[in-house]
């Protein structure tokens, strides 16, 4: 029997720092601390509004300190990301900015940007590497816990759930789901399937088709994927089975779209924990610690917002 979705929720995560939620202010930009420096940024692909947003975020804040920006779109390919990285140390950029496309592959690219005293931040993803050899700092966010909170509310008996990843090359996709997973109660949640949905709404559309025809629909309670859009194209094949979203199959994601706070509130997807795209301000701060010889932590943790019908604000979204 379907678990009825809790009314309220007993906890909504606090305002969020830095990274997640509109775009933060970031230190002042009226000294020019960046002036005469060039920031290069070494981007996974232009595919998504998020990632253009991301783009666009980091730009507009290294322009307003006065900086000069470069940016390399790698199209998806992690050859290309390479390059793109080389490319970059070989145009003497004074910063490089790296959205790993995956956890491996870009260690030597980026050794090599550290050795010739280029500072790496990576935003948003990890790599298998070392602080100080391969990146100066890694700014990153943590969701999946999030996520495995707000199902716990509205499902207090549990349930069986279904994963869409986006890919197990990518650290953001698996510490998302590694996350939301770990942080489920084994003896009240079964994970009855997990398929890849490789980013896109497409993909998981079709693999969710598959899941529900092997599954069946009834034996479903919930549905988590690592995006916001996966969620949009779960939702399209819930609806194709003649199921309900957010009545007969609870759907969580996480990035914090437009798309997902406007389903959030007509009740369709449970909740969307924010991963927001504005790096800019997180960015620009980090330049200018690193500028003004304060020491820099090797990773850097962003707080997240979990939105929920009773918390969303559907312009809030991007």
């Given amino acids: 029997m379907k678990k009825l979705v809790a009314l309220a929720m007993a906890l909504v995560m606090a305002v969020s720092l830095a990274a997640c939620g509109s775009e933060p202010a970031g230190p002042s930009t009226g000294d020019g601390i960046l002036a005469g420096k060039t920031v290069g940024f070494a981007q996974t692909d232009s595919m998504s509004a998020w990632r253009t947003t991301e ?19 790698a199209g998806g390919d992690i050859a290309t990301q390479e390059s793109d990285i080389r490319d970059l140390v070989a145009a003497g950029v004074d910063y490089l900015v790296v959205a790993p496309l995956e956890d491996n592959g870009l260690q030597g690219a980026l050794e090599e940007a550290m050795s010739n005293d280029i500072p790496v931040i990576l935003v948003d993803r990890a790599i298998k590497g070392e602080a100080g050899t391969h990146f100066t700092t890694a700014i990153m966010s943590w969701e999946g816990e999030q996520c495995a909170k707000a199902l716990a509310e509205a499902l207090p008996e549990g349930g069986n759930v279904v994963v869409i990843n986006g890919g197990y090359d990518s650290s953001t996709s ?58 949009q194209g779960v939702m399209k094949a819930i609806d194709a089975a003649g199921f309900v979203p957010g009545k007969d199959i609870l759907t969580i994601g996480i990035d914090g779209t437009r798309a997902a706070f406007e389903d959030i509130e007509s ?16 960015v620009l701060e980090t330049i200018s610690q690193i500028i003004n010889g304060e020491e820099i932590p090797a990773h850097i943790t962003n707080n997240d917002t979990l939105y929920t019908k009773d918390n969303v604000q559907v312009d809030l979204g991007f």
């Fill in 55 to 73: 783009t666009d975020s980091i730009k507009a804040a290294v322009e307003e300190a006065g900086g000069n920006f470069i940016v390399k779109d």
């Fill in 174 to 231: 698996t510490d998302r789901q590694d996350g939301f997973v770990n942080a489920l109660d084994s003896k009240k949640f079964t994970v009855v399937a997990e398929q890849d949905g490789e980013w896109l709404m497409d993909k998981a559309q079709s693999v969710m088709e598959n899941i529900l025809q092997a599954q069946g629909g009834e034996n479903i309670d919930a549905v988590f994927c690592v995006t916001d859009d996966m969620v």
């Fill in 267 to 282: 009740g369709r997807q449970l909740a969307s924990c924010t991963c927001s795209p504005y790096f800019g301000g997180i």
